[in-house]
């Protein structure tokens, strides 16, 4: 858990949390003492020694015990938290008063939330934004099933909050005073023209260009941006996302926000000042790149003990520092290699080679010096994807409210979305941004679905291919993948729900079976798709397993037939499940002995889903997860009265 932090303060903390408690006297009080508290004192001592709940770095304050149960059930929620918070239970008026003491600034303030005894209101009080407050107040009213009080503009807007995109993104931002940064917040909330400028591809700048407000222009460079302005654009704000240095105007209300996508390589004579550093840092500004987007520093082995190192290591000190060999540098490619430093070190080049280890070099060698002592530096880049990206998405199995968030983010950002029209709806793609195309693949062979998509892929476009169901269930996608493999195309798969779960849904039951059926099987017919041998349904049939049989409707004589001569019983319950969750649905249930004529006389085909086994609309039999005598990792079961 750790110890208390070392204070030079001479108060006897233990004699002074004694007596607060003795007087009942709320933890908030103890701030008086020159905000101890939480300058001072390790916050697992406040808890033990204060008798206050302390859930992570949540810490609860109740006045009555209405409040002390609502703090229990939100401490048993676990609720996930960063930073140091506080959640006062009770009125707001009482909690107000209590925290003076601890307002100090906005960039350190912990985060206050006050919830009244009911949970009806949660309230953020205190560091909405950069303390978390905001988001622990939706949180924590998702468990009493009452209210966010939010009351900062731009959440209520939906609009960016600038004062933490840069945590939010992994971003360095600019020093900015209080003041400076909330009138730049204050003119963006109030919807006054705003230039955005990004220079960087990242998962952040993807976010602010599919979210952007109306009153925000988006420009793809710093140049464009000044273009407008001489052109008579005005703009009362400009929002800068860029690893570049710019000598913006003095008068210009800007926040910029640095991508930490630089590596610096760094090579130097022996015992070279540390006061070379901030020289160093001046050129690489005067080479068009900030040293607030410097996310690594990076030199060889000989050189990591070096002033200039550890220097440049504490005036940046969100980089991190890697340290090569020569060996490895010397596998490096340089534009500017040198038989000096070979014979020196043992690679031709450090600054350069260090810098491009995991990059591209955008300021090659540069040499200074600083009192004799000579040093060198190079700058590279994180390297971009300079192609698109293909995502084969689930699409659930018909209703677009069933996809899945990530699915649904990414056909709202995708430049092509292919969709398997056959079996997916097409209001699943209603979604698409402006300008998407939108195909739709059931009249085309393999081929031109390939070249379809690695067209757009080739110009940097996001491709969706959209499957049915859970694309890795008879999804067909191995052919496109092999393609995807065989040209070096970066893809990934997002999952989707499955149809043999939106039978599952559908019927209300649950496939497995305490003490009778723990199995599912998921399999399909063998019509002109062979089927192994050991896999056929007769086989199969003999596990007495809960069966959900894919693409099989035109093959439903010969299932019941196989799955009879396999030992299921002639009434097995059954369900045919067409088309689950579309508009159309319909579900035909029955004993296996009829499932051939069900199937025939409801004129059910390509997409029904056939589920055969005894747990269909069970509710006999009872797990022992819920059964109180029953002890697991949450709970320590009781043993029954005798």
């Known amino acids: 858990m750790g110890s208390p932090r070392k204070s030079s303060n001479k108060f006897d903390y233990r004699l002074i949390l004694s007596r607060l408690n003795k007087e009942n006297t709320s933890i908030f009080w103890f701030s008086l003492l020159q ?100 988001e622990l107040a939706r949180q924590i009213a998702r468990v009493t099933g009452g209210e966010a009080v939010i009351t900062t503009q731009s959440d209520l807007k939906g609009w960016w909050a600038l004062d933490t995109l840069a945590r939010d993104f992994g971003w360095g931002v600019m020093k900015l005073s209080r003041t400076e940064m909330n009138r730049a917040i204050a003119t963006f909330v109030d919807g006054q023209p705003t ?21 925000v222009h988006r420009f793809t460079s710093y140049a464009d941006y ?19 240095h710019y000598d913006i105007e003095p008068d210009q209300k800007v926040i910029h926000y640095y991508p930490r996508v630089l590596r610096l390589g760094v090579g130097c004579q022996r015992g070279t000042s540390a006061e070379a550093a901030e020289k160093l840092l001046d050129e690489v500004r005067s080479h068009g790149y900030a040293p607030e987007a410097i996310g690594v520093v990076a030199t060889i082995v000989l050189k990591q003990d070096e002033p200039l190192v550890h220097e440049l290591c504490q005036k940046l000190p969100w980089a991190s520092l890697s340290i090569y060999t020569a060996e490895e540098l010397a596998h490096v490619a340089v534009p500017h290699p040198s038989e000096r430093v070979l014979a020196e070190v043992g690679c031709a080049s450090v600054a350069e080679a260090a810098a491009a280890v ?17 040093y ?46 056959s079996l997916v709806p097409r209001a699943l ?15 085309m062979a393999l081929k031109e679905q390939f070249e379809l998509m690695k067209e757009f892929y080739d110009k940097g476009c996001q491709v969706v291919r959209l499957h049915t169901g859970d694309p890795c269930i008879y999804g067909a996608i191995d052919e496109q993948m092999a393609l995807f493999d065989q040209h070096g195309m970066d893809y990934g798969i997002t999952p989707g729900i499955s149809s043999f779960l939106a039978a ?7 496939l497995t079976m305490p003490g009778r059926t723990q199995t599912i099987i ?21 596990h007495g397993a809960t069966l959900c049989i894919f693409l099989s409707a035109t093959l439903a004589q010969q299932v019941q037939d196989e799955l009879l001569a396999g030992g299921y019983p002639d009434n097995t319950p059954v369900a045919a499940c067409y088309r689950l969750t579309w508009p159309d649905e319909k579900i035909v249930r029955g004993e296996l002995k009829d499932l051939a004529r069900l199937v025939r006389e409801n004129d059910l085909t390509l997409t029904t889903m056939i589920v055969v086994g005894e747990a269909i609309g069970n509710r006999e039999g009872q797990s022992l997860l819920y059964d109180p005598t029953f002890t697991h990792l949450f709970r320590e079961g009781k043993k029954p009265k005798e």
């Open 35 to 134: 905000n101890l508290l939480f300058r001072s004192v390790h916050p697992i001592f406040v808890a033990r020694y204060c008798g206050f709940k302390d859930c992570g770095m949540i810490r609860f304050e109740t006045m009555n015990e209405a409040g002390r149960r609502l703090a229990d059930v939100l401490q048993r929620e676990d609720i996930p938290f960063e930073g140091e918070a506080i959640v006062f239970i009770g009125a707001l008026g009482i909690c107000v008063r209590r925290i003076q003491t601890l307002i100090n600034d906005k960039a350190t303030d912990p985060a206050v939330v006050c919830v009244d005894v009911t949970g009806r209101y949660v309230i953020p009080v205190l560091s909405g934004h950069i303390g978390g407050a905001n």
């Open 195 to 215: 230039a955005l400028v990004v220079e960087w591809d990242d998962a952040g700048t993807r976010h602010l260009a599919n979210s952007c407000p109306p009153h």
């Open 226 to 244: 000044q273009a407008a302005v001489a052109a008579g654009e005005s703009f009362a704000l400009l929002l800068l996302v860029s690893p570049c």
């Open 358 to 374: 995991q990059g591209t070099l955008v300021v090659e060698k540069q040499k200074g010096s600083l009192d004799g002592s000579h």
């Open 376 to 421: 060198t530096f190079a700058v590279a880049a994180k390297e971009t994807p300079k192609h698109g990206h293909i995502e084969i998405v689930g699409a659930g199995p018909g209703d677009p409210e069933l996809v899945s968030v990530r699915g649904r983010r990414l056909l709202q950002e995708a430049d092509l979305i292919l969709y398997a029209g």
């Open 429 to 443: 793609t209603a979604c698409a941004k402006p300008g998407a195309t939108v195909r739709s693949s059931a009249g």
């Open 504 to 510: 599952a849904a559908a019927l209300r039951s649950q």
């Open 522 to 542: 998921l399999t399909r017919g063998e019509g002109r798709t062979p089927v192994p041998e050991r896999e056929r349904l007769q086989t199969l049939a003999r």
